[in-house]
């Protein structure tokens, strides 16, 4: 493709260029605008151009923080045609977030009616709604229309619009600042203004800013400020580094207390959640974490908040330790969250750069001084118009007759009286010594005095007039004095800065709302040591429904199945007590008993429980013991002991310990009591073997119990020799076969046909 042409009759047609350039310089030019004018704050007065612009157009509406309230819809209509042509929808929604304050540490709108909750309900529509800006809204727009800050045409070149706000105070720390541009981030949290305040006048009345120490800094600056208030558990060490580099996080934790509710019952009560954590979400998190027994040891969660925030967590026992139950919550919740810092913002609105605590903080001294500067020049050139402007009045003043005259009689008073040469045959109004604007000669008046005199009211010709002009102009030369020796003194401008900002700290300062406190990270309990130990009698279904049942209750009893369901599992247990299930796939998984639904229903299926496939069953249920030694095989006849302190699964997806392949699946656990296995296959022919023939593993595929021509395993236990092999015969009698001789065999070998009397399925029927 051909490059593009010099060609200047070529202009207003389509032109060709590789495709490369066209989508790279496209792409550079989205990423932009994304960048300046969309995601990334101004590090001087802490806007995105949305908000500044909303702030400028409620100033131009004149809706200051002590008059009336106008409709939200009005508003952000007015941002949008005059200075931000987007949607008004999202317009609105930047405003609303500037006056919700849990959002928003110091709200710059005022709002009437629903701005949204901390639930994370949305704001009302728009024309429902009233806004008017605050005090401090108003303080980052003092001195704009002084020439503080540069002017831009806006969108379409009507208006002007400002390029940044005055900005009396740090607003990109004390109300924080996020968003996602093109290729970076930026997530600011909000601080104290009176903490930012005394770094700020820390760092103008050091001799040399840059000798400042960031960690000096952090004497002044604890750390965020959330509007929400919390707990931040973050190191100190992890603060400073994060301030120093300007990327970091800090762990926010919700704050709590214990509420004694009399008898040795108690209940904890939350009063404040992490910042941007949606209270009603947070709710749903922790009851979802109950049902799906992530924190065994809580009870209940309910919300009894009303203005303020009360989340009230009840444990399940009252032998619970409540440091105990906030951690498992802090873990399991966001009731701990973590605040990303990454303090990416714009320098001079123009350069992305992520910067620390202290370039921050100096980049908003500079602009206040730039801001003083102007403003002060700003008066100046003022107060030499209005001087200028004084010496004529006073000249007329002395002049009166001739300049009444002149006025009455001359066809072009105003050419006549800047002819006139004031200086003959009067007394000069004004000495040598004294300011004088220069004119454009000796003894005559300047175009804009003579304007001011032709434009005097004749109530003005009085005695008393021309005292007060003459008060005026001193006053006013002695402030204009004042002024130069500011604009030429730099320490005078720190001074001045300094008290501006202990203005804004009287003004708007607070007390801190995060507090600050060490994680101490509490070793979890044994689940066994924090529940009531209580006697149960688990019930599993055939189709696996599992329940606890209260009690110990008569094994042999007659229990309620759904329809086509039967009994499976049945034993008595405690509520201390773990369970283990061994499935069809080789896997073991694990529950609580004190977690099992309770007995006056038909229960809930184990796998809402456990990550158990569909197509796997469950070969075995049984209580947990310490050192307990388990023997497990497989339908292909492979098989090996293992102890069950390593089969304790973690998560809910349990454990692989027999591996399978193919058809093959897994048929038999059972405890490990004797010194000698019993297998039978598929095909009704019994091997006995010692129990050391077999290895012992943690996981793996095992060894060869007995070989098989058709078929596989069907069943296998565990023996004492000399006891004899016992099982039950179908009508429930124990017999017991001490001789067994003929099927005693190396282990891996085919065995004989099983004795007299075996069960028809092939399997051994426990007799205990």
Wanted: proline residues 5%; negative net charge; contains cysteine.
């Amino acid at each position: 493709m051909s490059e593009t042409s010099d060609d200047p009759n070529i202009e207003g047609r389509n032109l060709a260029e590789p495709l490369r350039r066209a989508i790279g310089d496209r792409y550079l030019t989205y990423a932009l605008s994304t960048i300046m004018h969309r995601a990334l704050p101004d590090v001087r007065d802490g806007l995105k151009p949305v908000h500044r612009r909303i702030l400028y157009a409620m100033s131009r509406l004149r809706l200051s923080s002590s008059g009336g309230f106008l409709k939200s819809a009005k508003i952000s209509g007015d941002t949008m045609g005059d200075f931000h042509p987007h949607g008004d929808g999202a317009i609105y929604d930047a405003m609303a977030r500037l006056a919700q304050d849990f959002n928003v540490r110091y709200p710059l709108v005022d709002g009437q009616g629903n701005f949204g909750n901390i639930d994370g309900d949305n704001p009302a529509a728009s024309r429902y709604t009233e806004a008017r800006m605050t005090a401090v809204a108003e303080a980052l727009l003092e001195g704009l229309d002084e020439n503080a800050v540069d002017f831009r045409p806006n969108y379409d070149g009507r208006l002007d619009e400002p390029a940044v706000l005055p900005a009396t105070f740090p607003n990109l720390l004390a109300n924080g600042s996020s968003g996602i541009a093109v290729g970076m981030a930026t997530n600011i949290p909000p601080h104290n203004i009176s903490e930012l305040c005394d770094a700020c006048i820390h760092l103008a009345k050091a001799d040399n800013s840059e000798r400042v120490r960031d960690d000096t800094l952090l004497e002044y600056i604890q750390g965020p400020d959330f509007p929400t208030g919390g707990t931040i558990v973050e190191p100190p060490e992890a603060i400073a580094e994060a301030y120093r580099t300007g990327r970091g996080g800090f762990r926010v934790r919700a704050k709590w207390e214990v509420e004694d509710l009399g008898r040795g019952q108690w209940q904890i009560v939350v009063t404040e959640i992490p910042y941007q954590v949606q209270k009603s979400r947070l709710i749903e998190k922790i009851a979802e974490a109950i049902q799906t027994k992530k924190i065994p040891i809580l009870a209940d969660v309910r919300d009894e908040s009303a203005e303020d925030i009360r989340i009230v967590l009840e444990p399940r026992s009252r032998n619970v330790e409540p440091d105990v139950l906030m951690n498992m919550c802090f873990r399991n919740s966001d009731l701990e969250s973590r605040f990303s810092l990454n303090m990416n913002v714009l320098i001079d609105g123009v350069t992305p750069k992520v910067a620390s605590l202290k370039d921050v903080l100096r980049a908003f001294l500079d602009h206040r001084r730039e801001v003083l500067q102007r403003r002060s020049q700003h008066r100046l050139d003022k107060i030499d118009h209005r001087l200028e402007v004084l010496e004529g009045f006073i000249t007329a003043f002395l002049n009166l007759d001739r300049v009444i005259d002149i006025i009455r009689y001359d066809d072009e008073p105003k050419a006549a009286l800047m002819r006139e040469d004031w200086s003959k045959d009067h007394v000069r109004a004004i000495s040598e010594a004294d300011y004088k604007t220069p004119a454009p000669g000796e003894g005559e008046l300047t175009e804009v005095q003579v304007d001011a005199i032709l434009n005097m009211r004749l109530r003005s010709l009085r005695r008393l007039e021309e005292l007060e002009l003459r008060r005026e102009f001193e006053e006013l030369t002695a402030e204009r004095a004042d002024l130069e020796d500011l604009l030429e003194n730099e320490d005078r401008q720190w001074k001045t800065i300094v008290s501006q900002l202990r203005d804004v700290k009287k003004a708007f300062g607070d007390d801190r709302r995060t507090q600050f406190a060490e994680a101490v990270e509490i070793e979890d309990v044994p689940l066994e040591a924090m529940i009531d130990r209580e006697p149960i009698t688990v019930v599993c279904s055939q189709m696996g429904w599992i329940r606890a049942m209260t009690g110990h209750i008569d094994l042999t009893r007659e229990l309620k199945f759904k329809d086509g369901d039967g009994p499976r599992h049945i034993f008595h247990a405690e509520t201390t007590d773990r369970l283990l299930l061994f499935g069809s796939n080789g896997r073991f998984y694990t529950l609580g008993a004190s977690t099992l639904p309770g007995g006056r229903g038909m229960g809930e299926p184990v796998r809402l429980m456990v990550d158990l496939p569909n197509e796997a069953d469950i070969v075995a249920l049984m209580i947990h013991r310490p050192g307990q030694k388990l023997l497990v095989a497989s339908t292909a006849g492979d098989g090996f002991v293992v102890s069950e302190d390593e089969v304790l699964a973690q998560t809910r997806a349990g454990k692989q310990v027999l591996n399978v392949r193919g058809e093959a699946r897994a048929a038999v656990c059972r405890s490990v009591d004797g010194d000698h296995v019993a297998a039978v296959g598929e095909n009704r022919k019994m091997l006995v073997f010692p129990v050391a023939d077999l290895p012992e593993m943690g996981r793996g595929k095992g060894v060869r119990l007995q070989k098989y021509k058709d078929g596989g395993l069907s069943d296998a236990r565990t023996f004492t020799l000399a006891e004899g092999l016992s099982w039950l015969d179908p009508a429930g009698r124990t017999r017991t076969v001490t001789e067994l001789e003929e099927w005693q065999g190396a282990r891996a070998s085919a065995g004989r046909m099983a004795p007299r009397g075996f069960p028809q399925d092939n399997r051994f029927t426990e007799t205990d």
